[in-house]
């Protein structure tokens, strides 16, 4: 199989959630986009219900590509993502999901797939943190960009109704927050970087490699993606209005004083629960776990932006 580099051309692959493209073909965007800029080809592979993602990237690593385009949600992104970390081939996104939430922290397009596309193969390439997480200390650990947790964070993506989503967008997941308000703290025993354990009882325990979701907010004031360091919160509201507290804190940026929300960072943590929780990587329900290790592995994935100066709270360095 030809490669870019025996044709002296670049090549992109893309890797197409089918599900997702629902509007204008990508496939046609990104083909159009190539032949103007003068590379080869490009590599076309569909996702499937048995593999969302991780085979198709192989595939186009052993292609020899230059960049490998997910397009898709979030689901697609981070599948791709875990087979690239590492391997020095850029990652380049064509949002077409609901959430969208790597794209939205850097820049991306969510709303003009011939952007993201100009983006994923013409911008500028940094170099990104990729999260590694186990649950309940299975052999094979997952990968997630933006943000992974535990509870009931997990319980919205896990409750969110797919015929809602498909009307309302990304108002679906406060239906779903609505609904699973009410709730039993859990206790948390938490170790960072093999420091002393503590103990709390809470609601959620999430892990952040950056801060923005949907409408803005920041759920991690200040992360930033490229800093080899997890950002851990903790959620515990005191009775029925402690959820106030919680939203105070959120819109505050984390200035508030109330103990309802904690904030951490570290390279390593672990969470071990004393009862099992919903869990979620990047918006994908896992399922229920008691127990989810975390480590960092820093400036481990290339990933495409457009051009122009970047979000400070979101890189290490903002420039181009």
Not at 72 to 83: H, L, S, Y
Not at 143 to 148: E, G, K, P
Request: a negative charge; aromatic letters at 4%; charged letters at 25%.
């Amino acid at each position: 199989m030809a490669t870019s580099s025996d044709t002296g051309r670049k090549r992109a692959a893309l890797i197409v959630n089918p599900i997702k493209d629902t509007g204008g073909d990508i496939r046609d965007i990104v083909s159009a986009l190539c032949e103007s800029e003068g590379w080869d080809e490009v590599l076309c592979l569909e996702t499937t219900e048995d593999d969302p993602g991780r085979g198709q990237t192989q595939e186009a690593l052993k292609a020899g590509v230059d960049v490998v385009i997910a397009a898709g949600g979030d689901g697609t992104v981070r599948c791709v993502a875990e087979q690239l970390a590492g391997k020095g081939t850029a990652l380049g996104l064509v949002p077409l999901g609901t959430g969208n939430l790597l794209a939205r922290n850097v820049g991306i397009a969510v709303d003009n797939p011939e952007e993201a596309a100009k983006a994923a193969l013409l911008g500028t390439e940094r170099d990104i943190d990729v999260v590694y997480v186990t649950v309940d200390r299975a052999q094979d650990a997952h990968v997630f960009l933006v943000m992974a947790g535990l509870g009931f964070d997990a319980s919205i993506m896990a409750d969110t109704r797919d015929d809602l989503k498909d009307k309302v967008g990304w108002l679906a997941y406060v239906d779903a927050g609505l609904r699973n308000l009410q709730g039993k703290p859990a206790k948390a025993r938490i170790t960072l970087d093999g420091g002393e354990q503590f103990t709390r009882r809470l609601r959620s325990v999430m892990g952040g490699n950056c801060g923005k979701v949907q409408g803005g907010l920041e759920i991690f004031p200040g992360a930033k993606i490229d800093d080899g360091l997890l950002d851990l919160m903790t959620i515990a509201p005191s009775g029925k209005l402690g959820w106030f507290g919680v939203l105070g804190n959120l819109f505050t940026r984390g200035k508030s004083k109330d103990p309802s929300l904690e904030y951490f960072q570290c390279k390593e943590a672990e969470v071990q629960l004393d009862s099992p929780l919903e869990i979620q990587l990047d918006g994908d329900p896992l399922g229920k776990g008691t127990h989810m290790a975390f480590r960092v592995d820093a400036r481990s994935l290339k990933l495409k932006m457009p051009y122009g100066k970047k979000d400070p709270a979101i890189l290490t360095n903002p420039e181009p």
